[in-house]
């Protein structure tokens, strides 16, 4: 496995399990009642999306750094729409506790693409530097 993508998915494990502790927290301590199983699931779902987005995104960055700006804009809109199809789709069949669904998913995403992002400028430029 390559060294980068190991570091991401460690990354993103280690900040997965920090957010679950904090949901854990609130959702234990604040709002109990609105907790449900489908916020470990769309965690897990998301984590594994994100992951195999990153790993398409670093072979690209690896192959063909223009392919890689083209491709990245598009990657980030297939991902919204992925998101957003997920999320259309749980409402649709349980719109009980709908806000507190809604705020979790767009937390995940948030923290998600903030680090893919990040993650990501860090290696494209430093690819390109080295081209």
């Known amino acids: 496995m390559n060294q980068l993508l190991k570091k ?10 920090i957010f679950s502790a904090i949901a854990a927290i609130v959702f234990i301590f604040f709002i109990p009642n609105y907790f449900s199983v489908i916020y470990p699931v769309s965690l897990i779902v998301f984590l594994i999306f994100t992951i195999i987005v990153f790993a398409y995104q670093l072979k690209l960055v690896k192959t063909n750094i223009g392919k890689f700006m083209r491709m990245n804009m598009v990657l980030t809109f297939i991902k ?36 893919e992002v990040s993650d990501m400028a860090k290696i494209a430029r430093n690819q390109k530097n080295n081209s």
């Open 8 to 17: 991401f998915i460690i990354k993103l494990l280690v900040i997965s399990l």
């Open 80 to 115: 919204l729409i992925v998101y957003s199809a997920y999320t259309i789709i749980y409402l649709a069949i349980n719109a009980e506790n709908a806000i507190p669904f809604v705020v979790f998913i767009m937390l995940v995403y948030a923290i998600f693409t903030t680090t």
